[in-house]
């Protein structure tokens, strides 16, 4: 396939025995024929490496990079880009997994419009649960100035959708440009280091973007496959507060010395108000009582880039229910703020 562009494929697995057949499988029957599946085994304990290298001699396109060291899932992709031979990359988790027509839609996407990235939409997977997740209205065509900016944080219009605060940050659905990430030597970052791993690379990429496009496809390619319905994975955080804050403030860094700084600012000072409904969603599953969680909510709230993103905040695109919630978080109610969060939850477990 002299013509088409080869695209390396990732994945990182630890542990992943029971997932990783269909994740492969799904990645060899991609309509798209020009691949390499880069499997890198991060010291796995099961059967995982085993499985690697059965796939390997299933398809020549499957390759395994077996780490010495267990390093975590950036370690894993960092190791997996230095040895991709592609022009373009694509991130998948080994228990997810990709519809067949995934590569080569996002492949005829960047061709036609000569871009730098392409994304798409979505599936969670709860168990015989699914939930579509649709980041914009339709196909979209944008400069990548604007895709930055809303990978940075919800702008305009789409502060009418707090709730979709996230849904740019992972790498996964996205194909990435190799030689951008090459020739900037970009790599994961581990979550204790900078808190949020696909955000950041997300953003570092998005800000060494030359002035070009970037392509949003309104279809929902990747099954992302979660274990339970809970929030959060199910289980209080205690450093989750921390992480959130790390993040933030390494992307006001990261984009501190941009021509539009200040509409990157902007939008992360966005992200800074609404990262308030995960933290808060998160201490709701703290197992220390009502008061203790009350004290941590209070405190985060007195914050200082909080208390400054909810001066901010366009209370104008927000829906009522969600004027309420930041209304509330502006008076930093700790008490009310908490009764809010408890509705939230009841909320959300009824629709799991």
Not at 26 to 47: F, K, P, W
Not at 103 to 108: Q, S
Not at 156 to 184: D, M, Q, T, W, Y
């Amino acid at each position: 396939m002299p013509n088409k562009p080869l695209v390396s494929i990732i994945v990182p697995a630890y542990n992943a025995e029971q997932t990783l057949e269909k994740c492969v499988n799904s990645l060899t029957a991609q309509t798209y024929r020009n691949l390499e599946i880069i499997i890198v085994n991060d010291c796995a304990v099961d059967g995982t490496l085993a499985l690697a290298q059965q796939l390997a001699e299933g398809d020549a396109r499957v390759k395994v990079c077996d780490r010495k060291q267990n390093g975590g899932l950036a370690q894993a992709r960092n190791s997996g880009m230095e040895q991709a031979a592609g022009d373009w990359f694509v991130f998948v988790d080994s228990d997810d997994w990709l519809e067949p027509e995934t590569i080569e839609t996002a492949m005829d996407a960047a061709n036609k419009n000569d871009a730098d990235l392409v994304v798409w939409s979505y599936v969670s997977e709860y168990g015989e649960i699914k939930k579509e997740k649709h980041i914009f209205d339709g196909d979209q065509v944008m400069t990548n100035e604007e895709m930055l900016l809303h990978t940075l944080g919800p702008i305009g219009e789409r502060l009418a959708h707090p709730e979709f605060i996230h849904s740019l940050s992972s790498v996964c659905i996205k194909l990435f440009k190799a030689e951008l990430i090459k020739s900037n030597r970009l790599v994961f970052y581990d979550l204790e280091k900078i808190g949020a791993e696909d955000l950041y690379f997300s953003a570092q990429y998005g800000s060494v973007c030359p002035a070009g496009k970037s392509v949003y496809l309104d279809r929902c390619f990747y099954h992302y496959i979660k274990a339970n319905t809970a929030s959060l994975s199910g289980r209080y955080k205690p450093q989750y507060t921390a992480m959130a804050f790390h993040v933030n403030t390494a992307l006001q860094e990261l984009c501190a010395a941009r021509e539009d700084a200040d509409d990157c600012l902007a939008a992360i000072r966005n992200r800074w108000a609404l990262c308030l409904i995960n933290i808060g969603l998160n201490e709701m599953m703290a197992t220390d009582g009502r008061r203790a969680i009350c004290k941590r909510l209070k405190k985060v709230l007195s914050e200082p880039p909080i208390r400054q993103a909810l001066r901010q905040l366009d209370f104008h695109y927000l829906p009522p229910k969600w004027k309420a919630f930041f209304g509330c978080a502006r008076l930093r109610c700790a008490f009310l703020f908490y009764c809010l969060l408890r509705a939230m939850q009841k909320l959300i477990a009824k629709h799991d």
